[in-house]
């Protein structure tokens, strides 16, 4: 039986890791579990569940009898007697959770992408102190694990992302002027959480998968590529030095590398077989990082290293904040983006505190960008 500490246990990933350990009740049970504000949803898992102990970071939570309740203070103690962490917690809030787990020497299942975009060096530093593991959950880096037989050391030439390239990737800036919250939440292939769907039609979140590969694959930025795959089919590739390209292949479902992450290198039935007949053809395109500059913001920062990650990320989220509200229009998401890196020096990242600190300055910064856009 293994025990989860599942952190973002009513997001998207969360929801669907619930779904694995109710079809696998005899190979999965939850130790933790934990969410952000969804208390009434946190208490319902725990009546399925029967974790040891729950955490609601903000908003009211009673935990059912048998169900010890941790306060934020004490987060530590969910990682306390499990064997995998699932940090699935979306934003910058799930470094800590990481930082924590990777302090407590178990094997982290990553989700959370602003942990190694934003915490990279801390995070790989304590992983390698405590011992801990950390495999990945993400579709693409799920995929370049299995082509390098699930060792995050192994050699290649080059890794290649691919990308659906989200439901704009055909319109002219002017249309993306025009388009609202509700066009960019209408992902082609995958179904995700609303920031990150946002992030695929920006397509920062590729230039986010770019900085996660650098730091799980020890990759230097000049070998990692993306290209666009509408069909979200091929989930990403690695090329090695003789010419020969080892791609994963499956039908767009996060089920697969969640499953995954938690079993390798055993595999458990979990979607139909893809069926390449049924399919017809795969397609690829360059990518289009002129017409999104919030890829090439991203690789930037990942590249420049230190806090302007963590710059990046806070302008992000709050931007993408602003445009779900309908305050600011697409482009304005890169805009807010780049007036943030173009106004805080570079410093090292060195304690998560450092990194605290810096997020709570941007996402200041970036408030008051955009009401001065949203007001003119
Ligand atoms: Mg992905």
Not at 193 to 199: H, L, P, Q, R
Not at 281 to 288: G, H, S
């Amino acid at each position: 039986m293994l025990k989860i500490a599942l952190i973002g246990c009513t997001g998207s990933i969360g929801r669907q890791t619930a779904d694995i350990v109710r079809r696998y009740p005899d190979r999965f049970s939850f130790s933790s579990l934990a969410c952000g504000s969804a208390g009434e949803e946190l208490a319902a898992l725990c009546r399925e569940f029967a974790p040891r102990r729950a955490l609601c970071a903000g908003g009211a939570f009673e935990p059912p009898a048998g169900v010890e309740r941790i306060e934020e203070g004490d987060a530590a103690a969910l990682f306390a007697d499990c064997d995998v962490a699932l940090i699935a917690a979306g934003g910058f809030s799930g470094l800590r959770y990481t930082l924590l787990a990777a302090q407590a020497g178990v094997r982290i299942a990553l989700a959370n992408k602003e942990s190694l975009v934003c915490g990279g060096e801390l995070v790989l530093r304590a992983v390698k102190r405590y011992g801990a593991q950390l495999v990945p959950v993400d579709s693409e880096h799920s995929a370049i694990f299995q082509c390098l037989a699930f060792r995050r050391d192994a050699a290649f030439d080059r890794l290649v992302l691919t990308a659906s390239g989200g439901p704009f990737l055909h319109l002219s800036q002017e249309e993306l002027r025009r388009v609202t919250a509700a066009d960019a939440l209408r992902h082609p292939t995958w179904n995700m959480g609303a920031k990150i769907t946002v992030d695929s039609a920006t397509l920062l979140n590729k230039g986010y998968e770019v900085i996660e590969a650098h730091w799980l694959y020890d990759a230097p930025f000049e070998k990692i590529d993306a290209v666009v795959h509408p069909e979200s089919i091929v989930h990403s590739l690695v090329l090695f030095s003789d010419g020969a390209a080892l791609a994963q292949l499956g039908y767009p479902d996060m089920r697969v590398p969640i499953q995954l992450a938690l079993t390798y290198p055993e595999r458990l039935p979990c979607e139909k077989p893809l069926d390449l007949a049924a399919l017809g053809r795969l397609t690829f395109l360059p990518f289009p990082a002129e017409k999104f500059p919030c890829y090439g913001l991203a690789v930037a920062a990942g590249k420049a290293g230190g806090t302007l990650p963590v710059v990046l990320n806070a302008a992000a989220e709050e931007a993408v904040r602003a445009f779900l509200a309908g305050r600011i229009t697409f482009p304005a998401i890169a805009e807010t983006i780049q007036d943030a890196l173009g106004s805080f020096p570079r410093e090292e990242a060195d304690s998560f505190e450092r990194l605290a600190g810096t997020d709570a300055r941007v996402r200041a910064h970036a408030l008051s960008f955009i009401y001065g856009k949203s007001a003119s």
